[in-house]
């Protein structure tokens, strides 16, 4: 595959240099404090590569959807500090409101090596989002090398992302490449049996990945309010659970398929249901598949999670994207939180993909057994429905 042959970062001179990377900072925020900086720690490998390699670097990244224009809620001055505290480096930020300002360009003049400098919210800027050329020569102007290691951004084509890699060399860095080979393997070669786990909220989010991952799995698990388009394409009482009715047809065909190429597809065989969309709400574990009339499934029950640990356990490789239920009401997060230990119990490589199920796996405090979390979900979930990413396709081959 065309993005598994990228230059990397240690496939470059950087000494001396001056190298822009971009990074994916796009952290969560409560109060002007970040409340996960699992994406900051994930770039730390590449940054500190560089220092230890006499390179001088200068970080860029995007924060939020500001309005393309300087917004001081969306700076990040929060990621500078915490930047410095994890480098025990001082990270000084640019603060210029067109991002490649004055303090930008006399920042990056007067870098000694293993300095690092942070550019502002390269969304402050109105052609980024638009993969702008203009910006993007800007940005270039500032260095000698361009590295990308915004993998959680990586599916976006953007000024910062792509465009820049038409003016410098260019090379990815340490959490592409890791985020890449892992998965990569997982899709082209895994260890076998390999199962997938999907779920979440909606079919029409994840018609890709499914038909894709057909094509790889031995069995398929689907989970969350997903499974109830499928339930009922197989005429099972389905009550008020959330359902896509315009995707019921495409359901069928996706059952046909998994069929046709003999896949294992497991749907769940019991429920936790509610009379209403709330944790105050009667609720309780369905005997059957059915769910009664004037009920909704918000998470799978107790035989579904027996059901699927033992598939689970036999496999050699899991991949896994998508809560089992409303698991931000407590009572509903029973089974996404069982899926979570375990999956962290079995000795296969384990992939799981951003977005909650990642929020799920890091709470639990299971993160530490899982072979991978991703730091992107949009970016992981186009991975696997073997897009190819833009951010990564513009970088220079070996
Ligand atoms: N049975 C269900 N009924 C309604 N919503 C559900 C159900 N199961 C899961 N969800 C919701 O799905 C949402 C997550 O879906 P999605 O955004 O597709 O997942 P991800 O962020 O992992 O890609 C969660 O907010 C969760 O509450
Ligand atoms: O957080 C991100 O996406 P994700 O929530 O799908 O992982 C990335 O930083 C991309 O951000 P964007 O969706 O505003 O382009």
Known sequence: MSMLNKKAVNDIDVKGKKVIVRCDFNVPMKNGEITDDRRIK?????????????????????????????????????????????TGKEVKLAQDEAVVGENAKALTASMNEGDIVLLENVRFVKGETKNDL???????????????????????????????????????????????????KALEAPERPFVA?????????????????MDKVDTLIIGGAMAYTFKKALNVPVGSSRVEDDKVE????????????????????????????NETSESFATDTEEIPE???????????????????????????????????MPKFAVGTKSLAEIIANTDAVSIIGGGDSAAAVEQLGFADKMTHISTGGGASLEFLEGKILPGIDVLESK
């Open 250 to 277: 495409l359901a069928k065909d996706l059952l046909e398929k998994a069929k046709q190429k003999g896949i294992k597809l497991l749907l769940p065989i019991d429920h936790m249901v509610a009379k209403e969309f």
């Open 197 to 213: 786990i999907l779920g979440g909220a909606k079919v029409s989010d994840k018609i890709s990945v499914i038909e894709n991952m």
């Open 294 to 328: 004037g009920f909704m499934g918000l998470d799978i029950g107790p035989k579904t999670i027996k059901l699927f640990e033992d598939e689970i356990k036999q496999a050699k490789t899991v991949i896994w994207n998508g809560p089992m239920g409303v698991f931000e």
């Open 134 to 184: 203009d910006f993007a020569k800007e940005l270039a102007s500032l260095a000698d090398v361009f590295v990308n290691d915004a993998f959680g951004t990586a599916h976006r084509a953007h000024s910062s992302t792509a465009g820049i890699a038409n003016y410098l060399p260019s090379a990815m860095g340490f959490l592409i490449e890791k985020e890449v080979s892992i998965m990569g």
């Open 42 to 86: 994930g770039a730390l490998e590449t940054i500190n590569y560089l220092i230890e390699n006499k390179a001088k670097v200068i970080l860029m990244s995007h924060l939020g959807r500001p309005d393309k224009k300087y917004e001081p809620e969306f700076s990040l001055a929060p990621v500078a500090k915490r930047l410095s505290e994890l």
